[in-house]
């Protein structure tokens, strides 16, 4: 039975003291600035590393979570949600058959997405204690099948663009965080700011138009058409450059 989001306050289930990577109860929000800085010290060298990215989401958005969490309970689809809690992490997903869909689906351009980049899909090395824990979870096991729907590459550019994308969709307070740092320190080569300001404001005017990313059920749109799916989310077009 899922444990109730306003039941519980979000911490991070996991630390790494080493880093300062440790999250106590109720800090208060110089530590979670703090802890929150380290995390992101860390994502800049090891963008994949789920300790850093647990603790930075505790640190930032734990009542963005559970918000989120609550506001689900409150709709059947969402309360499915939370009850089943399906999941995208490795382990779960099959490549291969996903591959042999047809062109155009988004299991086929899921699996594709995988392939391209070199990478596996998303693993917590952590158990899942609450609704919130597995809202953060799922959030992090779909960030790969956003940048399919969204259209968003890969690369330094195509990270805040999304980061723009899912801060107009979903409020998070991480992206404007990331999107700060990444133009005070311009990790990965990125250019000035004011080069791409106007991609990063298309793209926080997309995330808003679209529906709520928590609203579909991904695991069972693998056979539907990208554009299928897209149309669901009413993902609006791309600004042309």
Same mark, same amino acid.
């Given at each position: ?15 790494? !003291? @080493?880093?300062? &990577?440790?999250? $106590? *109860?109720?800090?208060? +929000? %110089? ?37 989120? !969490? @609550?506001?689900? &309970?409150?709709? $059947? *689809?969402?309360?499915? +949600? %939370? ?159």
């Amino acid at each position: 039975m899922a444990v109730e989001a306003s039941e519980s306050k979000f911490s991070s289930p996991i630390s790494r !003291a @080493e880093d300062g &990577l440790y999250l $106590p *109860e109720q800090p208060s +929000l %110089l530590t979670r600035f703090k802890v929150a800085l380290r995390a992101l010290r860390v994502l800049e060298k090891h963008p994949d590393d789920p300790v850093a990215a647990s603790v930075f989401n505790a640190a930032i958005d734990g009542p963005v979570f559970q918000a989120h !969490a @609550e506001a689900l &309970l409150k709709t $059947p *689809e969402g309360a499915a +949600l %939370l009850k089943d809690r399906p999941t995208l992490q490795a382990g779960s997903v099959d490549l291969a058959a996903l591959a042999q869909l047809p062109e155009g689906t988004v299991g086929r351009a899921f699996a594709q997405y995988f392939i391209d980049n070199k990478i596996q899909p998303f693993a917590t090395p952590y158990e899942v204690r609450n609704d919130l824990d597995y809202v953060v979870k799922w959030y992090r096991e779909t960030h790969d099948l956003h940048h399919v729907l969204t259209g968003y590459a890969t690369d330094s550019m195509g990270e805040m663009e999304l980061q723009a994308f899912v801060w107009g969709n979903l409020g998070l307070r991480t992206s404007p965080f990331i999107l700060l740092f990444a133009a005070l320190l311009r990790p990965h080569n990125l250019p000035a700011i004011w080069r791409y300001a106007d991609r990063l404001r298309d793209a926080y005017a997309r995330g808003k138009a679209t529906k709520n990313l928590f609203s579909v059920r991904y695991e069972r749109s693998m056979a539907l058409t990208v554009e299928a799916l897209r149309d669901a989310l009413q993902i609006p077009p791309r600004a042309k450059a």
